[in-house]
């Protein structure tokens, strides 16, 4: 399934998990913009029948309308995206919820305090008052079907295939026998004879909360059920727990195997919870119901005479302290009208900006976020979207600032860390990157743009190995991104690997990578650019020809892009095409007047055609662009050895070393100028240096030449 497209918009990125009847998958919508995620549920005949597939078709049904009822209605609960049937199998999309499932969170080993089990208990329990509200028994109410959802850390629970109705005329204890359904540890007694009420769902519920107070695995949890030898009147989860009195007997009520005797409903054991919470007064229905019906307000009456005005000497200080709570209700509600218009002036900039942000018009797009930010100065939405477009400007440090101001109100935003680290890596800030592109993976494992930028990172870190992963997992996760194979292709051309850095970036051509303008993208990716790494990848491999052609495609889709000059030039040189070589170079530069690169290639060529004069006036341009290039002061330091520079070249050299300390052949360079000068002690160390640097490398041949040229100093 993985890779495939579903129902011509839905493609299958990764394998979930597995049920009785289902098998769940994260996917992406091709349709929609940004691709957002969702989880495509497949459900199949258990057998190739008539029986079977009818039965398929009506567990299919009944979850798509329930989905249906309570999805939209609640919060914590999934919503239905779409569901569709192909041949014999059935389809249910719902939105994607980011983050681990209580099993996780449930270690072995590791009990939880009493207090996080009470709100562990109270926040499931005030779902199932909305659940059960509708007439519905969930009959799986398990860890693995319970997620925390990130960012805001609430429960969400999911899997209803095993969902049963009852009639809202009914009662609890009359519903039909059905098929035992569920996971044995969390079932009561009348679930397992196929009689499940909707207190069968509160029993599961104890039974989390029994499970996270001893931190015993699911298998153990049974037997916990059991009465203690020395104290038959108690359970043995009883005896290995240290909690409250009031808890004890609360909890052991909610698992009691009776159904006649356990709570009979949720919200029933919500009223005696919310009474043991330091914070809750009495009983309420959770804020997250949000289709219970509403009382509407009455309008206040006002007298229509004067006498109400008119003050009597003996309710004269009363009818002053109404009037002073009119007042403050009139301040107040002044206040709240301001509030309100600074809210809607806010929220029209930030509309105006997106229309704009979609039209191009960043640079006013911008202003217009930054009017909505300074009248709602909290507004995490305004700031992301400010950061969209100052990066999109190029403004790396403003759009790392508004990332930063968005993580300030949401510490858990996945995506806010990997825009960040997407700034600090152009900021070059690699440490601060890497530190923001991992928190993001922390936060949401499936996030693919994530793992596909950390790749970058490490790439410029040199930590080529965990490049490789990390864009191989982006790709696993999302194996038609185009830009995660031409990453993955960057790092297998620095590591040497040129000719399966070659297959990743003629696979990225296949996608057809188009250019993006987002954040999402660290280089502006086009097919140019593509086309652009593929030649530089023939390049290192010597196959100029096949280099030139690749930097011709690149020219010809983009004739303004500079890179494809500055390469093309550099694979003429090496085919002794110099002036076709210094035409390219020339472009790249007016291209771009900052483009060292270009200036040494166009250094190299001003070499090979005997102006040496020019070609160190290009490899200092090179170098005062930026003084970190290795290549810029080695190829001006031998500049200076053939125009007797000495001295010169052997400060070149060693400003080199520093960059690349162990480089055996700058050594050996080094090493050999100063035995032109006589320096014989410094020559024969650097010598050395060079033939140890060059045998661990396994390049005989400089190790060979570092020997011979010490033997002839020492003689």
């Known amino acids: 399934m993985i890779g495939k497209i579903l129902d011509r918009r839905y493609q299958i990125l990764e394998f979930l998990g597995e049920g009785s009847f289902a098998k769940t998958y994260l996917a992406i919508d091709t349709r929609r913009p940004g691709n957002p995620q969702c989880v495509i549920k497949h459900l199949r005949p258990t057998r190739n029948s008539a029986k079977s597939l009818q039965a398929a078709r009506r567990r299919f049904q009944r979850e798509v309308q329930i989905l249906e009822k309570l999805g939209r209605k609640h919060d914590q609960i999934p919503t239905l995206l779409a569901y569709f049937e192909a041949k014999q199998d059935f389809f249910i999309v719902e939105d994607f919820i980011p983050g681990p499932c209580l099993v996780r969170e449930l270690v072995a080993g590791k009990p939880w305090a009493e207090k996080a089990t009470l709100n562990l208990l109270r926040e499931l329990l005030e779902i199932l008052v909305f659940v059960h509200s509708h007439g519905v028994i969930h009959r799986d109410v398990t860890p693995k079907n319970i997620i925390r959802r990130l960012p805001d850390r609430k429960l969400v629970l999911i899997d209803f295939g095993a969902v049963k109705e009852i009639a809202k005329d009914g009662l609890e204890m009359q519903i039909p026998r059905t098929i035992a ?28 909360g029994i499970q996270s107070l001893t931190g015993v695995t699911a298998k153990e949890l049974p037997k916990l059920k059991n009465p203690s030898e020395k104290n038959p009147e108690l359970s043995l989860w009883q005896e290995q727990v240290k909690i409250s009195h009031q808890f004890a007997i609360f909890l052991q009520k909610m698992v009691d195997d009776d159904c006649y005797l356990r709570y009979h409903s949720a919200a029933e054991a919500l009223t005696d919870l919310y009474k043991m919470c330091d914070d809750a007064e009495g009983f309420q229905l959770p804020t997250t119901i949000i289709d219970m019906p509403q009382t509407p307000p009455q309008p206040i009456q006002f007298s229509a005479t004067r006498e109400w005005f008119s003050f009597g000497p003996v309710d004269t200080l009363l009818r002053w302290v109404c009037l002073g709570g009119i007042g403050a209700i009139i301040l107040g509600g002044l206040g709240l009208l301001f509030h309100n218009q600074t809210q809607m002036k806010a929220e029209e900039y930030y509309r105006r900006g997106i229309e704009r942000a979609k039209r191009g018009e960043v640079e006013k797009a911008q202003e217009d976020y930054s009017r909505a930010i300074s009248l709602e100065p909290d507004d995490a939405g305004a700031y992301n979207s400010r950061g969209a477009v100052r990066f999109q400007l190029g403004d790396y440090q403003g759009a790392a600032e508004d990332y930063s101001q968005v993580i300030r109100l949401n510490s858990d935003d996945a995506e806010a860390y990997n825009n960040r680290c997407l700034a600090q890596l152009h900021l070059s800030k690699l440490e601060d990157a890497l530190s923001d592109c991992s928190r993001a993976i922390s936060l949401l494992p499936t996030h693919a743009n994530a793992y596909k930028n950390r790749c970058l990172v490490y790439l410029h870190l040199g930590a080529y190995q965990r490049g490789i992963e990390d864009c191989t997992r982006a790709i696993s996760l999302n194996p038609k991104d185009a830009e995660s194979h031409n990453n993955r292709g960057l790092v297998r051309s620095a590591m040497g690997e040129n000719k399966t850095a070659i297959e990743d970036f003629t696979q990225a051509l296949q996608l057809g990578l188009k250019e993006e303008t987002s954040p999402a993208s660290v280089l502006s990716l086009n097919n140019a650019v593509t086309h652009t790494n593929r030649c530089i990848a023939y ?19 983009n004739q303004n892009h500079g890179p494809a000059y500055q390469q093309r030039c550099l694979a003429e040189y090496q085919k002794a095409a110099y002036q076709k070589a210094l035409n390219d170079c020339n472009r790249a530069i007016s291209l771009n007047k900052n483009d060292s690169i270009a200036y040494i290639n166009r250094g190299l060529v001003r070499t090979a055609t005997g102006d040496k004069r020019g070609a160190i006036t290009d490899f200092t341009r090179a170098i005062n662009l930026n003084r970190n290039d290795a290549d810029a002061w080695t190829n001006r ?5 053939e125009l007797s520079d000495y001295q010169k070249a052997i400060a070149d050299y060693s400003q080199a070393l520093q960059l690349m300390p162990t480089a055996g052949d700058l050594y050996y360079e080094r090493g050999r100028v100063f035995a032109l000068i006589n320096e014989h002690t410094s020559a024969i160390e650097d010598l050395q240096k060079a033939a140890k640097s060059c045998i661990d490398k396994g390049n005989t041949q400089c190790y060979n030449k570092s020997l011979n040229l010490i ?3 020492q003689i």
């Open 181 to 208: 359904t569920g996971t044995p540890a969390y079932m009561p007694l009348e679930q397992f004879q196929g009689n499940p009420q909707l207190n069968s769902d509160v029993y599961a519920v104890g039974m989390i």
């Open 539 to 557: 390049l290192n491999l010597g196959n100029f020809t096949a280099a030139i052609d690749e930097c011709s495609q690149a020219i010809t889709i």
């Open 637 to 641: 330091a031998r500049i200076y050895v």
């Open 711 to 713: 033997k002839k100093l």
